[in-house]
């Protein structure tokens, strides 16, 4: 699963993502390079490395052509939000989507042993997780992915 960048991004945010792609696709091609991502996040204040450009860049770049589109482009966005939003609720969510098996990345699903492990050994709490678990599966696949896990915190 990738990550929902509807979830994560407000239609005012994508709105002006979409600016920022047009006006920093120097040659019109529809997709930006490394040096033009840069110039992108250091506009937003940030100061990625060369390095983390190119991770950045290699997580989203699904066709291998070390540019990116709009879409991966949303992805790159996405992951900084939350990654920068340090105080926020999506931030919290994260971490413990993390912490309960789910990947960086947002794919995975939840791992019933982690999940036993800090609410039953950590928290010390008695929950059935069994029945949390099934609860939290609106799918009914017999697994949680990080849509169904987010909707727990809503």
């Avoid at 019933?112 to 009914?140: R, V, Y």
Wanted: aromatic fraction near 8%; proline fraction near 1%; charged fraction near 30%.
């Amino acid at each position: 699963m990738s990550i929902n960048v509807h979830e994560v991004l407000t239609e005012e945010e994508i709105e002006d993502c979409h600016k920022a792609f047009i006006q920093f696709d120097a040659d019109g091609s529809g997709t930006i390079e490394s040096w033009e991502l840069k110039g992108i996040l250091e506009a937003l204040g940030q100061k990625p490395s060369d390095q983390e450009i190119l991770h950045m860049i290699s997580e989203v770049d699904d066709n291998d052509s070390n540019s990116i589109e709009f879409s991966e482009f949303l992805i790159v966005m996405a992951r900084q939000k939350l990654e920068n939003n340090d105080t926020g609720k999506e931030r919290d969510i994260f971490d413990a989507w993390v912490a309960v098996g789910g990947g960086a990345d947002l794919s995975g699903f939840v791992d019933a042993e982690k999940l036993i492990k800090i609410i039953k050994h950590d928290f010390c709490l008695n929950i059935d997780i069994e029945t949390m678990i099934k609860e939290m599966d609106t799918s009914g696949d017999g697994r949680v992915d990080y849509e169904e896990f987010v909707a727990l915190f809503k």
